[in-house]
C-alpha cells in the first residue's frame, strides 16, 4: 500500500509512519512538507492508495487546498490529520469528501484505531468532538449536501435508524456491526438502503447527514 503524508512537522510524518508500519508491514510512505510538494508527489505516484494530510501548512490555504486536491484527485482517499478538534473543521472536512479526520492530540491508542479504520477501507472521525459538540448544542448546520426532508427520515426502520445514528456519532461500520450484533456485511446493506431512502449520494454525503442529525438531538441521535 502507497501512502502520502503531508505535514510540513517531520516528527508528525514519522510518528505516522511508525504506526502505519506496524499496521501494515509492506507499506510504502511517501513523505511532503509543502501542499506544492504533495501535488507533485501525486503527479508523480498516480498509484497512491491513501493520502493524510494537514491543513495548516505551507502552500495549502485550508478547505480551499484541500478542494483543490480533492478536484485534481478525486480517486484518492483523503484523512485529515489537523490541530483544530471542533464540529465545524470535522463537518466542512465532511462536505469535501474525506474518510477520516484525526486531531493531532488523540493519544495513540486513538490514532492507531482510525488509521486502522482507514486502511482497512472504513472511515473514521473523531466521536469525541462529535459527542461533546452535540451535547453542546453545537448549532452548526450542513451547508452540503441538501437536508432530506422529514419525511424521508420517517421511511427508515428501526434497524437503518440505529445505523445511521451510530455513524453519526463517529463508529465504524465494523464498531456498528460489534454493537448492533450484526455482521459487518449487514450493517453496509442497512447503510446502502437508508442512503437510496434519503437520496444521500455517497458514503461522505451519509456521514455528514448522520453527524448533523447527532449534532441537532444530542449523542443518542434523533428519536
Do not use: C
Amino acid at each position: 500500500m502507497k501512502v502520502l503524508i503531508a505535514d510540513d512537522h517531520w516528527m508528525v510524518r514519522e510518528s505516522l509512519k511508525q504506526v502505519m508500519r506496524r499496521l501494515r508491514q509492506t507499506l510504502d510512505a511517501l513523505e511532503a512538507e509543502t501542499f506544492d510538494e504533495a501535488i507533485a508527489t501525486l503527479l508523480a505516484h498516480p498509484d497512491i492508495d491513501l493520502v493524510l494530510v494537514d491543513l495548516v501548512m505551507p502552500g495549502f490555504d485550508a478547505f480551499a487546498g484541500l478542494q483543490r486536491m480533492r478536484e485534481q484527485f478525486p480517486n484518492v482517499p483523503v484523512v485529515v490529520v489537523s490541530v483544530h478538534e471542533d464540529l465545524e473543521h470535522v463537518l466542512r472536512s465532511v462536505e469535501h469528501g474525506v474518510i477520516g479526520y484525526i486531531p493531532k492530540s488523540a493519544d495513540g491508542p486513538e490514532i492507531e484505531r482510525a488509521l486502522e479504520r482507514v486502511l482497512a477501507g472504513e472511515v473514521s472521525f473523531p466521536r469525541r468532538v462529535i459527542e461533546r459538540s452535540a451535547g453542546a448544542g453545537n448549532p452548526r448546520a450542513p451547508a452540503e449536501p441538501p437536508t432530506p426532508p422529514p419525511s424521508a427520515y420517517d421511511s427508515l426502520t428501526n434497524r437503518e435508524r440505529d445505523v445511521l445514528s451510530l455513524l453519526g456519532r463517529g463508529y465504524s461500520v465494523k464498531r456498528i456491526a460489534e454493537d448492533l450484533d450484526l455482521s459487518s456485511q449487514t450493517v453496509r446493506v442497512h447503510l446502502s438502503n437508508l442512503m437510496k431512502r434519503l437520496g444521500l449520494r455517497d458514503r461522505s454525503a451519509a456521514i455528514h447527514y448522520a453527524i448533523s442529525l447527532a449534532n441537532e438531538t444530542g449523542p443518542a441521535g434523533r428519536t
